[in-house]
């Protein structure tokens, strides 16, 4: 049982680049998160997911996209990469309705330059 | 606009002390609140949370107290160990919607052997 994994770990991109990031849980969670954490700022939602074939705005989702065309996983994508998008991004999950703890990936680090 | 906030970046302990740290928020509409605790190059960890419904909830070393009319939250660690030094973000969420989780900023705790 992995848990919550992300793919890659690391990552540099050059402005203008495109990317995206995986995340994957084996827990058959229903929901599913994508966050960013930039130094003081905590860590903020970018998009989320209440179910396969789903996806919502967070608080900060301008220049990502994403998509849920699998249960267990969750694509964040970057499709023209900004120096502001410098970030650790986490993945989450959580079983759904009733159950508000979210279980986070290891992070990926992205550098955009 | 940050709906929940820990004002302290960082805090330094004895080994075998007390650690205190604080957490305000600002939405009355939140009724859910959770502790997560971080290492360096690691994902968030779920530690301890609270409903609304209780001013109290202990599980260990662990202790988390809510004053709802101060919109205030505290996580106690008693005793303190080495092992406890990480970053800690509180968290907050309203039972009714998505449930999202607002994220504050985090405190970097030090316990000193």
């Known amino acids: 049982n992995a848990g919550v994994t992300q793919t890659p770990k690391f990552r540099v991109l050059k402005t203008g680049q495109s990317m995206t990031l995986l995340c994957a849980q084996d827990?058959?969670?229903?929901?599913m998160y994508w966050y960013r954490q930039d130094p003081g700022m905590g860590l903020r939602l970018i998009h989320y997911?209440?179910?396969?074939?789903?996806?919502a705005k967070g608080e900060v989702p301008d220049g990502y996209n994403v998509s849920r065309l699998k249960k267990q996983n969750f694509l964040l994508g970057l499709e023209s990469a900004a120096p502001s998008q410098t970030s650790v991004y986490f993945c989450?999950?959580?079983?759904?309705?009733?159950?508000?703890?979210?279980?986070f990936g290891p992070g990926t680090r992205l550098t955009v330059t | 606009d940050q709906q929940v906030k820990q004002n302290s970046p960082s805090l330094s302990v004895q080994e075998g002390r007390i650690s205190i740290l604080n957490c305000d928020y600002t939405?009355?509409?939140?009724?859910?609140f959770l502790w997560y605790k971080k290492y360096p190059a690691e994902g968030p960890t779920f530690l301890i949370s609270?409903?609304?419904?209780?001013d109290k909830n202990e599980d260990g070393r662990f202790t988390v107290f809510l004053n709802k009319s101060a919109k205030h939250l505290s996580l106690h660690i008693v005793p303190s160990q080495p092992g406890d030094s990480a970053v800690y973000f509180c968290a907050a969420s309203s039972l009714t919607g998505a449930n999202n989780l607002f994220f504050g900023t985090g405190t970097r705790l030090t316990v000193i052997p």
């Open positions: 609270i409903s609304s419904i209780k």
């Open positions: 989450a999950s959580r079983p759904g309705l009733g159950a508000y703890e979210q279980y």
């Open positions: 827990m058959n969670h229903e929901y």
């Open positions: 997911s209440v179910g396969e074939g789903t996806t």
């Open positions: 939405n009355s509409m939140f009724d859910y």
